[in-house]
C-alpha cells in the first residue's frame, strides 16, 4: 500500500539556518512525488515535483528510491518560508498527502 | 484559464443535519476532481476522487458520499453529520492523462459539526 510519512509535526529554525523537512514514501511501483505548500491564509499549491528536478524558492528535493525518501531542502531558510509543507505521493488517479510538517522560521 | 470554486467558505451545523457542499471548475473539460480533508492533526486525508461523470472513487469508509451529476461539478454530501465530520474540506482538480501533473486546490470549507 502506498503510504507518505512525514515525521516532523513542526520544525523551527532559524533565520539563515539550513533546513530539512523530511518525507519518507511507501510504494511498490515507480513513484511521482511532490511538495505542496500552504501559506498563511492562501491556498494549498504546489511547490515542485521529483520530475521536474527544479529548485523552486531556494528548496529542491531530491528522490532517493534505496531510502525512499524525498527529502525537502533549502541552505538558508527566510522568514517568508513559514508555512505548513505537505509531502505527496502520486499513485494512479490519487494523490496522497502525508501529515505535513509546519515550518516556523524565526529572526 | 482554469479556476475552481468552493462553497460556502465555512459552516456550522448541528449534528444529525444534512450536508452539501458544491465545487465547480471553469475552464478545462473532463478533471480529475478530488474531496480532501484537513483535520487537526491527520494533516490531508483523500475521501473521493472522480475521473468522468458519474464515476467516484472512495478511499476511506465513512458518514460522506461524493458524487459528480455534471463533468466540472463536484458535491460533497451527508444524510446526517457526525461531530467527527468537522474539518476543513478542498476540492481539487487535475488535468487527466498527463503524468505528473499538478493538483490545483479551492479555497476550501471549514465544517463544523455542533
Known amino acids: 500500500a502506498q503510504r507518505v510519512t512525514q515525521p516532523e509535526k513542526l520544525l523551527s529554525v532559524f533565520k539563515g539556518a539550513p533546513v530539512e523537512l523530511k518525507c519518507n514514501y511507501s510504494y511498490s511501483g515507480s513513484p511521482e512525488l511532490f511538495w505542496y505548500v500552504q501559506y498563511s491564509r492562501q491556498r494549498l499549491q504546489l511547490l515542485l515535483r521529483?520530475?521536474s528536478r527544479e529548485s523552486i524558492k531556494g528548496f529542491t528535493a531530491d528522490l532517493n528510491k534505496g531510502e525512499t525518501s524525498f527529502h525537502l531542502k533549502k541552505p538558508f531558510a527566510q522568514e517568508e518560508d513559514s508555512a505548513m509543507y505537505y509531502c505527496?505521493?502520486?499513485?494512479?488517479?490519487?494523490?496522497?498527502f502525508g501529515k505535513g510538517t509546519s515550518l516556523l522560521v524565526t529572526p | 484559464s482554469q479556476t475552481i470554486h468552493q462553497w460556502p467558505a465555512t459552516l456550522v451545523q448541528p449534528v444529525g443535519s444534512p450536508l452539501s457542499l458544491e465545487c465547480t471548475v471553469e475552464g478545462t473539460s473532463n478533471p480529475n476532481l478530488y474531496w480532501y480533508r484537513q483535520a487537526a492533526g491527520r494533516g490531508l486525508q483523500l475521501l473521493f476522487y472522480s475521473v468522468g461523470i458519474g464515476q467516484i472513487s472512495s478511499e476511506v469508509p465513512q458518514n460522506l458520499s461524493a458524487s459528480r451529476p455534471q463533468d466540472r461539478q463536484f458535491i460533497l454530501s451527508s444524510k446526517k453529520l457526525l461531530l467527527s465530520d468537522s474539518g476543513f474540506y478542498l476540492c481539487?482538480?487535475?488535468?487527466?492523462?498527463?503524468?505528473?501533473?499538478?493538483?490545483?486546490f479551492g479555497s476550501g470549507t471549514q465544517l463544523s459539526v455542533l
Open positions: 481539487a482538480w487535475r488535468a487527466p492523462t498527463i503524468p505528473n501533473e499538478k493538483l490545483f
Open positions: 521529483h520530475i
Open positions: 505527496a505521493l502520486s499513485s494512479g488517479y490519487a494523490l496522497n
